[in-house]
T-cell receptor, first 113, second 111 residues
């Protein structure tokens, strides 16, 4: 049972483009939605996170858009750079219970010159 | 500040062998967890702990044991390794305010 569905599986954009990664969740108890960035050979690192009381959050070139009624959220990377090439995971957590992150399946992003 | 430290980084086991993956954190986090990462499947929770002496099963616990005798350490034991356990294993911890810190992973191959 996949509680967090992520798409696309892979994405190639040119430098300066705006890749968009989408996630959908099922459990309405989820109340914390982080995105993780993972470079090859490294562990995932927290990139940006949002709680469902806001519809958008920006940190630098990274923006999360959140649609509570549709149970969907997405990551936008503005002015993408080759250094953004990595695998991105969305996740969700019900912080009222024992701390357990549920991850999407990941999106491999390649930013070309 | 080391964060979350995992050892070893690489390991090759023969089917049926047992081993322990080590995980230690120095951030005084109560919550620790183990995930496995497989291509196309994201990260799946194996076991987790909400504090010393308390552990529970995640999504894919079969074939693995954990214990939490101290706040700092959360080892993962493979009882009898199988090829299906070939994966990259990540340990993570959180202080409960959102945002996990992950270790750098252990790449395990079972032949």
């Amino acid at each position: 049972q996949q509680q967090v569905k992520q798409s696309p599986q892979s994405l190639i954009v040119q430098k300066g483009g705006i890749p968009i990664i989408n996630c959908a969740y099922e459990n309405t108890a989820f109340d914390y939605f982080p995105w993780y960035q993972q470079f090859p050979g490294k562990g995932p690192a927290l990139l940006i996170a949002i709680r469902p009381d806001v519809s958008e959050k920006k940190e630098g070139r990274f923006t999360i858009s959140f649609n509570k009624s549709a149970k969907q959220f997405s990551l936008h990377i503005m002015d993408s750079q080759p250094g953004d090439s990595a695998t991105y995971f969305c996740a969700a957590e019900d912080t009222g219970t024992a701390s357990k992150l549920t991850f999407g399946t990941g999106t491999r992003l390649q930013v070309t010159l | 500040n080391a964060g979350v430290t995992q050892t070893p980084k690489f390991q090759v086991l023969k089917t049926g062998q047992s081993m322990t993956l080590q995980c230690a954190q120095d951030m005084n986090h109560e919550y620790m967890s183990w995930y496995r990462q497989d291509p196309g499947m994201g990260l799946r929770l194996i076991h987790y702990s909400v504090g010393a002496g308390i552990t529970d099963q995640g999504e894919v616990p079969n074939g693995y044991n954990v214990s939490r005798s101290t706040t700092e350490d959360f080892p993962l034991r493979l009882l009898s390794a199988a090829p299906s356990q070939t994966s990259v294993y990540f340990c993570a911890s959180t202080g409960g305010l959102g945002g996990y810190t992950f270790g750098s992973g252990t790449r395990l191959t079972v032949v």
